[in-house]
């Protein structure tokens, strides 16, 4: 039986059951107890408060203006290629600088912050020729962050932290072409995304992430590849983690740069068993509210959005301050459109305190872990 999404990769590898690896190894159970307890956690989080993500990562670390001797560190200081930008590269060479930002965000009412993983598969990394670095990129920022979110649960443990690992869309789209005058041209195939995402949400779940988040969403075929890897890695070591998934609209259309309007994007990936859906990026809270809202009375999940502080100016920054947004994000709560709020492009510890401050006066949007509406 071939995979339904035109991979041609056999759906008996999928179904393939670990049971008996499973009862063999203690490690193995262990590590399903700690999963378990997890998601019950993050769910009962869900039904008491709205949860705050955390803001932008790169933003934070334009910050510290780190030079590219800064970015390759003592032990890529001979690598043959220019690495500065290479932000995923900072979890091994500047761990101290993203420890920090996490903390930034976990005590501006953070709940929820995301690995420093976007960029961290097979074939984004292969643009600086650092493929071989993938798992430990992913495993040293699950790691980083987890640390950080156990020291400020330990300090209010009526207000547990979680670690999202953050697996972004890449740099391909596995259903348009990037040539326009060969429209059949594919640059990456479902296979080859779906072998990238299993070794990256592999390592993610060793460095101890608590959920995953497929995010920035362009091309829904690339997610659903995301999204298949990590049902092979929960059938292959019998763990259930919680998956946050979060599309992107591109633009006043409405619809995703692969031509999906919200509900289509909603009801495209309703089969998949998911903590949350939503979306990020692109648009500032205030353009985004209506595609909010059409997710959020066409689904029984919990509801995430993390916009950015407004739209880019002319120079490519975002000048949205914390009040402004806080301000348009409080007609979500009003509405009850959302369950998990944050921020993208241009956020700061700064608006996330602002928009927790706001979101703490709202009780949370009702969840009912069931089938999805959208059918």
């Known amino acids: 039986m071939a995979c339904?999404?035109?991979s041609g990769f056999p759906l008996q590898s999928f179904f393939r059951s670990s049971k008996k690896d499973f009862r063999c190894n203690p490690s193995r159970r262990f590590e399903l107890q700690l999963k378990n307890q997890e998601m019950n956690k993050i769910q009962q989080a869900l039904q008491n408060r709205i949860l705050i993500l955390d803001g932008a990562?790169?933003?934070m670390l334009q910050r510290y203006k780190f030079s590219e001797e800064d970015f390759r560190g003592e032990r890529f200081k001979d690598f043959h290629k220019s690495v500065q930008g290479n932000n995923?590269?900072?979890?091994?060479t500047q761990p101290?600088?993203?420890a920090e930002i996490h903390s930034k965000y976990f005590a501006a009412g953070a709940d929820i912050v995301e690995t420093n993983t976007f960029s961290s598969t097979t074939i984004a990394m292969a643009d600086y020729d650092m493929q071989d670095l993938v798992y430990e990129l992913n495993y040293e920022s699950a790691k980083i962050a987890k640390k950080v979110a156990e020291e400020f649960t330990v300090k209010e443990p009526h207000k547990p932290r979680f670690v999202a690992g953050a697996i972004g869309p890449t740099n391909k789209t596995a259903s348009m072409s990037p040539d326009v005058n060969d429209p059949g041209f594919r640059a990456i195939s479902f296979e080859e995304l779906r072998v990238a995402y299993k070794q990256q949400?592999?390592?993610?779940?060793?460095g101890g992430v608590d959920l995953l988040l497929v995010e920035t969403i362009f091309d829904t075929l690339n997610a659903k590849a995301a999204l298949f890897a990590i049902d092979e890695i929960k059938e292959e070591r019998n763990i259930d983690i919680p998956i946050m998934i979060s599309g992107t609209i591109t633009d006043a259309s409405g619809r995703t740069l692969s031509g999906q309007t919200a509900e289509a994007f909603l009801i495209s990936i309703s089969h998949i068993p998911l903590l949350s859906v939503g979306f990020n990026c692109a648009l500032g809270a205030k353009q985004l509210t209506p595609h909010l809202e059409v997710i959020a009375n066409r689904t029984n999940l919990a509801v995430s959005a993390y916009p950015n502080a407004g739209l880019p100016n002319a120079f490519g920054e975002y000048d949205e301050s914390p009040e402004q947004m806080a301000s348009q994000v409080k007609e979500y709560l009003d509405k009850q459109l959302v369950n998990i709020i944050g921020g993208c492009c241009g956020t700061t510890p700064e608006h996330i305190k602002a928009i927790a401050e706001i979101a703490s006066q709202y009780k949370p949007r009702p969840?009912?872990?069931s089938e999805n509406l959208a059918v």
């Open 4 to 6: 339904p999404f035109g």
């Open 57 to 59: 990562m790169g933003t």
């Open 88 to 92: 995923d590269l900072l979890s091994i």
């Open 96 to 98: 101290k600088a993203i």
């Open 201 to 206: 949400c592999e390592a993610l779940i060793d």
């Open 367 to 369: 969840v009912f872990q």
